[in-house]
């Protein structure tokens, strides 16, 4: 898993509650199990026909925000069902972060690991965010996850919590498996005295 980089560029704003993970990544597309290529169905049957030609009102397909490394949303974002290929296909499409009151615990967990920030903010501030969005490619977000703040494009300041451990390890872009092999070399050692102290395991 790559690095959490500070964040300099496009939020889209969806102001939207209760966006589920089967609008986020329709069960059609849970055969695979890469995490890439899911990027295009991101938001299936928002952003297309059933031709499957763009529809040009949805967001992410207007010209300002294709490039969106953000979003910005509303409240229990990620609610639904578990499936994990709903964080798979935000950050194939390029999302690094998103923004809202809340959301659903087992969608929170899996954007860390896959190296997405889930910013919680008060509803107030949310609003503000999604104002700042609505303007455009013009209007930059920033988001710095080691001093826990986002800045809108007006220099407006706001703070965000995050569990310690969670944001050490998107900083060192460690996943569950990064985690284990952390503790490769002790996992190593303890393999060999097991397999000397007992050698007919």
């Not at 938001?43 to 300002?64: I, K, T």
């Not at 060192?172 to 050692?189: R, S």
């Amino acid at each position: 898993m790559e690095k959490f980089e500070n964040i300099s560029g496009i939020a889209a704003p969806m102001p939207l509650v209760n966006i589920d993970t089967d609008m986020i990544i329709p069960k059609e597309f849970l055969k695979t199990i890469k995490r890439s290529g899911l990027g295009v169905h991101l938001f299936d049957e928002m952003r297309y026909d059933r031709q499957g030609n763009e529809l040009s009102d949805f967001v992410l397909n207007q010209p300002a925000y294709r490039d969106a490394q953000v979003l910005v949303t509303g409240e229990n974002f990620g609610c639904g069902s578990s499936r994990e290929h709903a964080p798979w296909a935000l950050a194939d499409f390029g999302i690094k972060a998103i923004i809202s009151p809340s959301y659903a615990d087992i969608f929170y967990n899996n954007c860390f690991k896959n190296g997405m920030l889930p910013i919680v903010l008060p509803p107030e501030q949310v609003a503000i965010l999604m104002k700042d969005a609505e303007k455009g490619s013009n209007a930059r977000i920033e988001i710095n996850l080691v001093d826990q703040t986002v800045t809108s494009s007006d220099g407006e300041v706001f703070h965000f919590e995050i569990d310690p451990f969670k944001k050490h390890c998107l900083l060192e872009g460690l996943d569950d498996i990064g985690l284990t092999l952390e503790k490769a070399a002790a996992i190593e050692a303890f393999e060999s005295n097991a397999a000397q102290s007992r050698p007919w395991v």
